[in-house]
């Protein structure tokens, strides 16, 4: 059943001679519970395609479309929270509150939409993600292979209808590399997951279900994974 639809989708910056065109015309189709990496040079516009599959930035044209529902006829304040609850987002860097302990962190998203956070699925996932005995630790007191699965936790805990992960190993050593990318694939195949998620590895892209390639804000190949 597909999920997740991109039609002839452009993302343009600047005018004139400072004319940018980041993403140029791609139309794809993603089925739900599909596991799907998303390679390309630096500038090839991946960042830039994610970000709009994510309701983070508005498409100059094309159309977005989650669940059937065009997420960008929506009013920034509809949109903010469709985001909130239907795209979990997983960046290089983790962005953890630093004065939040790991249960904190990961719960934020149900407090910030006003509601009580389901502390059986909360645990089921820190026990998942390894973190159990971390729940009471702050940031600063995990490792950045910890810290990154605190994010994923985060991303999960409202069982967003997409998971959108933007180099999430791009700041980790190799075997922590491989221990999140593991989690993501477990997350995929235990609560039927999508996700998409941008990778300069193509050895950690090649363990999704589809390949997507980038190259200067075109679509240039989608081929099998794993």
Known sequence: MELLKTECLSKIYGSGENRVVAVDGVSISVDQGEFVAVVGSSGSGKSTLLHMLGGVDRPTSGRVLIENEDIYKMSDDKLAIFRRRQVGLIY???NLIPVLN??????????L???????????ELADILGLSKRLGHLPNQLSGGQQQRVAIGRALVNRPAVLLADEPTGNLDSKASDEIVELLKLSNQKYRQTILMITHNIEIAKQADRVLVMEDGKLSDDRRGR
């Open 102 to 111: 790991v249960e904190e962190n990961m719960t934020l998203p149900c407090e």
């Open 92 to 94: 290089q860097f983790y």
């Open 113 to 123: 939409d006003g509601k009580v956070p389901d502390k059986e699925f909360v645990r």
